[in-house]
Each structure stands twice: as structure tokens, then as C-alpha cells.
């Protein structure tokens, strides 16, 4: 199995997470959400724009066919293109780069992970209430 470069991991994992923390951060500014599960399920319905065919090639061609963490070599069946900073709407090729799915799946663990410590350690100032009741965050989207 292909070896991980760790320095790598934790560069696009605190790419991922800074651009998460910054929308996770407007969005708490505009009352849009009130917990970071909320903030998740806003994420899931953000206008995709789907990488075409040639932007796909470009990435490709540009990381030399390779996985940018561990180097694995191009495999049509275990291969993504992730958003650098998360924002899926954002599909240029600066944001996109080649990933297997292992070290794609390991990115965003790692940058979730610290989305959330990052949350709890700002200690119910925004979001008011991170860790609240699932009640009162579903009250206040349906309104
Ligand atoms: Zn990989």
C-alpha cells in the first residue's frame, strides 16, 4: 500500500479545515446555522459544480497522474478530485487536487476532527449552543 506522506495529510487537512471554519464562520454571523451537525447538513446542499472532464485531465496532468498524499499511482476505480478549501462550488482547477480514496477520506476526518475541537474549545459563544438539543436547532429551521 502506498505510504502516506504525513506532512502532506496535515497540510490539505488544515486547507480543508480553514476554509470549513470560514464558512462554518459566516454562516454562524448570518444565524444561517446553530450547530456544526448543522453546518454539515448546509454544506451537503451547496450548489455543486461537478469538475468536468478537462479540469479532471488538467489536476491529473498536474500532479503527474498521482495521489498528492501517498503517490499512488492513477486508478479510475479509487480516485477523487477534491476541493482544497471544502467549497464545492469553488470547482477551479487551483482548488481541486488528485486523491486515492484513503487519503481523501483521511483529509476530511482529520479537518472535521478539528472543526469540532476548535468549536468546543470556543465554548457556546458562537455558535450559542454547539451541543445543544437537536430539538431547538429543527424548531428553528423550520420557522
Ligand atoms: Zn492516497
Avoid: W
Avoid at 448570518?30 to 450547530?35: E, G, L, N, T
Wanted: hydrophobic share 30%; charged share 35%; with cysteine.
Amino acid at each position: 500500500m502506498a505510504k502516506i506522506n504525513e506532512k502532506k495529510l496535515e497540510l490539505y487537512a488544515n486547507k480543508l479545515y480553514r476554509g470549513d471554519l470560514a464558512r462554518y464562520e459566516k454562516k454562524v454571523e448570518r444565524d444561517d446555522i446553530f450547530s456544526i451537525g448543522s453546518f454539515f447538513r448546509e454544506e451537503e446542499k451547496i450548489r455543486r459544480v461537478p469538475v468536468s472532464k478537462s479540469q479532471e485531465k488538467t489536476v491529473l496532468n498536474t500532479h503527474k497522474n498521482k495521489c498528492v498524499i501517498c503517490s499512488k499511482p492513477y486508478d479510475k476505480d479509487d480516485f477523487e478530485i477534491h476541493h482544497i478549501n471544502g467549497n464545492q462550488s469553488k470547482t477551479v482547477t487551483k482548488n481541486l487536487v488528485p486523491l486515492c480514496h484513503r487519503c481523501h477520506k483521511k483529509i476530511t476526518t482529520t479537518a472535521n476532527a478539528k472543526l469540532r475541537d476548535h468549536i468546543v474549545k470556543q465554548g457556546g459563544k458562537k455558535p450559542r449552543s454547539p451541543l445543544g438539543p437537536p430539538e431547538i436547532k429543527l424548531l428553528k429551521f423550520k420557522f
